[in-house]
């Protein structure tokens, strides 16, 4: 499968956590989340129910890794990074109330030097 349907299968199949209207305060506000160890879409679920906002997430990305647990009382994104560390995916939010996931872009490009024909 090539790339480009790839990434056309992966937009056609973002998965919609949970809906839920999203209060101003709720990305600040410290919540308590008992979320064990389990596949990383459960556990996004989880999140998202626990702190009462929406999560997208591309369908592949999240099947194969296993989260972190996470218990206690947290700001709503600092328990979603606790959940994403070590799993190759990072967090951005779209609008109030509403967080994306996806696939870490790498920060620094790759430089190639290239010799003027002359030289």
């Known amino acids: ?9 992966r937009a056609a199949i973002l998965a919609l956590a949970v809906i839920q209207p999203a209060s101003g305060d709720q990305d600040t506000a410290l919540v308590e989340f008992h979320i064990a160890s389990q596949p990383l879409a459960q556990a996004l679920n989880a999140w998202a129910q626990q702190c009462g906002l929406q999560l997208i997430w591309p369908a592949g ?19 979603l990074t606790i959940l994403l560390q070590d799993s ?22 790759t430089v190639v030097s290239v010799k003027a024909p002359n030289e």
């Open 61 to 79: 990305d999240v099947a194969r890794i296993q989260s972190r647990p996470l218990y206690g009382m947290y700001e709503p994104m600092q328990a």
């Open 1 to 9: 499968m090539g790339s480009r349907t790839r990434a056309f299968i």
């Open 88 to 109: 190759g995916l990072k967090y951005s939010v779209l609008s109030a109330g509403t967080v994306t996931v996806a696939e870490r872009i790498a920060n620094s490009p």
